[in-house]
């Protein structure tokens, strides 16, 4: 859908949403005497459709700055039928797009009672490139510019840089492991796996409104959580991880209904993709625990998400793993960060650990409980930016049990002189707990080799926390998901 006007087409860059935008030259300032000079202003027009499903016709679109509350232009533009509408404006760099009305909620299957809104952020920057596609107002673009607002007000300016929007963007497509653009994905039209994401996140937006929430609190927390990574947390307030396993199950009767009212189509493998994107919606990509083949040349090794409760329930099979790492990535990118819940300096604390063989600690199993304290954990900003043991920190055994699950009474107790390798690692930007290491570490202190080791075609659990402290991913300090304790579990090949 092309906007046309008087004026010469152009498109905005790459990096930009793939609005239309004109370019045109108004005469202004001609006085009869001659020598005046034409005045040149730069006029975008822009072809959207904004959608939490098809907003009604008549409903209102204006334009705000990036801070999404100064007023640009009022009543800019008003949509069709479908949710369609064309603006042309003088404005330029990053501006919100915003449409208000009744839409159709494809959970209910009905129009809206009262208003709902959504958001674009967009870069209205004029380029000489042709333009291309049309653009879409969604729940997924509502979320970046939530996110691009709150960088806005915390530099207490108006304005924001093609950058700071582009990585907004990121962030919600990232979380979702979206390809495309999300400016170019239109949930009413859910042909392919992107925008299939893009109406399960309306599906569950819709269904949180139903349950009593309003429209624009729930996509505010909803982007809340998406700046921590994940879509929905077990026992979030409005979406839990719950949810999005329910509204993944039932999403091809969503997606007829939304058809029906649009008239786009539906993709043959949605139930397959919904599946697909509840699993990646619902994890926390901040921590990777990866099973490391060391006795491969190539050191090959095979890692799982931790969940937003902190418990593994996949687990790690089907290579030589002789070792189980657990990667913190810090200070990369967006929502590659570790969080801990304290205030910036260095921290000590217990690093506490239960490791044992098999999947219960019944009976016949071997098993290590105990803690290593203290273990410095430095935090700026609330990121973990190192983790050491200090010379004078104490390993504490408080139950030991052989391979045949018997008590090592002898190996109970407290160990000084720990190496300063005995918890981890820091490597670049990620700082590892190697399970192996603190294993062998262990089975020195207390001069047994009784305890237990990652032996072949063996199942072993494991579960290690920093004293109790909430850690987990996220942006901002008391706003991420949190969890005290990491729990899983490995099965090395024969």
Known sequence: MTQYSRFKEWAIPAAGAAAVLSLGLLAAGCGSGGGGTPAATATASVAGKSTKGPFVSGSVVDLYKADGTTIITANAATTDAYGKYNLSTTASGVTIIRTTGKYFDEYTNATSTGNGSVEMAIDLAPSTAAPTSNVYASVLTTMAAKILKDKVAASGGTTATTADLTAAKSTVATTLGLTKDIDLIDPADPKDKDATAALMVSVLVSQAVANGGALDNVIAHVASNVQNGQLAPAGDIYVSANDVDAV???????????????????????????????????????????????????????????????????????????????????????????????????????????????????TGVARVVGSIDKVDVTVASHKITGVSVPAD????????????????????????????????SVNGNVFSIDLSGLLSTIRSKVSSTSLIDFTANTTYSFKIGFGGIPVGQGARAGNFTKFTNISGTITTAP
Do not use: C, W
């Not at 018997?406 to 000084?416: I, S």
């Open 248 to 362: 993944a199950a039932a999403l091809d009767s969503y997606a007829t209904a939304m058809v029906a009212r649009s008239g786009g189509t539906k993709s043959t493998t949605i139930a397959t993709d919904a599946a697909a994107i509840a699993t990646v919606a619902k994890s926390v990509n901040a921590i990777d625990v990866y099973g490391v083949g060391a006795m491969q040349a190539n050191n090959s090794y095979s890692y799982v998400a931790v969940p937003s409760d902190g418990v593994l329930t996949t687990g790690l099979t089907g290579a030589p793993y002789s070792s189980v790492v657990l990667a913190l990535n810090y200070g990369t990118a967006a929502n590659k960060d570790y969080y801990a819940s304290l205030v910036d300096g260095t921290h000590s604390m217990s690093f506490t650990f239960d490791l044992y063989s098999g999947t219960t600690t019944t």
């Open 393 to 424: 920190a104490i390993l504490s055994i408080t139950t030991a049990q052989n391979t045949a699950g018997n008590p090592l009474t002898a190996a109970v107790g407290d160990y000084k002189n720990l190496s300063a390798n005995a918890l981890g």
